[in-house]
Each structure stands twice: as structure tokens, then as C-alpha cells.
């Protein structure tokens, strides 16, 4: 429900609008869950093959919508652990959206391992809450931070931009840019794109 009310759309409309989408022909999708995201994009390029990447018990909902937008010849759902087991290799695009939010370590592992299943000047797309650079906003992400702060589960668990980008980069990322997601979300979250070094 929630990703069909404009998350869906004006992501697919960021992603398909980057110069490097219409030459793609192979794109993952971490934690893909229902597989709308990787569908749509399949559907925006007919030379795309997706791969919705999730764990074993959400890959019957994923294969239940390629069925229904009849996608089987190019997207598949494949379950597994993403932070332990292999990916695949050269990716073109690789996509997460709000799956993931590990500590800096898991954070670096995880990047390491994307890096490692592109090509060369592929891209890293994240769909994530991020915080400003001075920590004080979005209002929303600073106040989730305090409530489980509060709540006894740790520091905060969402970075700055800065943060996030130091991360990409010691991975083998160049951070690209950053899109402002609010005109199409609920929530404040924002759109990161990187480029595999």
C-alpha cells in the first residue's frame, strides 16, 4: 500500500531519468520484498533483467507480482541473506530501498560487498532517511533518533550525509548526488545515488 500512494512513482521517475538507466541490463534489488520497485524499472527498459533480492519467506509475494505484471521473462526473485551471501556480479544498478540499517561496520561490509558484484561506473542507489550535516534535521529523523535513544536501543541509528558519503567512499564509491524524496513520500527520505569507482 504505502509504496504505490507516490514512493514508487517518483523514485522510478529519479532513477529512470540518470543518463546510465536506458543502457542498463542488469539490476538488483536489496530487500526487494514485493518487487514493485524492480518491476516498474524492468517495465521502463525493455533490455533490463532484475533481480528482487530478499529472504526466502518474501520471495513467494515477490514471484506473486511478477506473475501478475507478467515479468517472468526478465525478473526473478531470489531469496538469501544479503549481507552474507553472494549477490551476483556485474550489476549495472543496484537498488535498497529502506532495508538496511546496520551500524557502521555492517554499513561498510555491506557497501564492499555491492561494490564488489558491479561493473565499473555502475550505480548504487539507496532510498534511505539520512540526516542533515549539522545532525538537526529533518525533524522526523532526528526525533526517531532521541525516541530510540530514549527507548534504551542505542545511539542513533541514522547517519549525516557526510557520514553516509565517508562510508560510500571508503567502499569504492563517488557519492553523486542527493534527491529530496519528501514531494512523493510521507516522510523526509531521500534518494542517494553513488558511482562504483
Known sequence: GYSLL????????????????????????????????????AQENPDLEVVIFD?????????????????????????????????????????EACSFGGNNQRCSTLFRSIAGSMKKDGLFIRLTFTLD????????????????????RGPKSHRTNADLFLI?????????????????CFNPMRLIISSKT
Open 6 to 41: 507516490g514512493r514508487l512513482q517518483g523514485t522510478v521517475a529519479q532513477v529512470t531519468a540518470l543518463p546510465e538507466f536506458k543502457n542498463a541490463k542488469k539490476l538488483i534489488d536489496l530487500g526487494g520484498g514485493h518487487g514493485l520497485f524492480g518491476i516498474a524499472l
Open 133 to 152: 550535516d549539522d545532525g538537526k534535521g529533518p525533524l522526523e529523523v532526528t526525533l526517531w533518533d532521541l525516541k530510540n535513544s530514549l527507548g534504551g
Open 55 to 95: 529472504r526466502p519467506e518474501v520471495v513467494p509475494t515477490a514471484q506473486k507480482y511478477i506473475r501478475r505484471y507478467n515479468m517472468e521473462d526478465r525478473v526473478r526473485a531470489v531469496g538469501g541473506d544479503y549481507m552474507v551471501d553472494d549477490l551476483g556480479e556485474d550489476y549495472d544498478i543496484v537498488f
Open 168 to 184: 560510500l567512499e571508503q567502499a569504492g564509491f563517488v557519492p553523486r548526488k542527493i534527491v529530496d524524496m519528501s514531494p512523493w
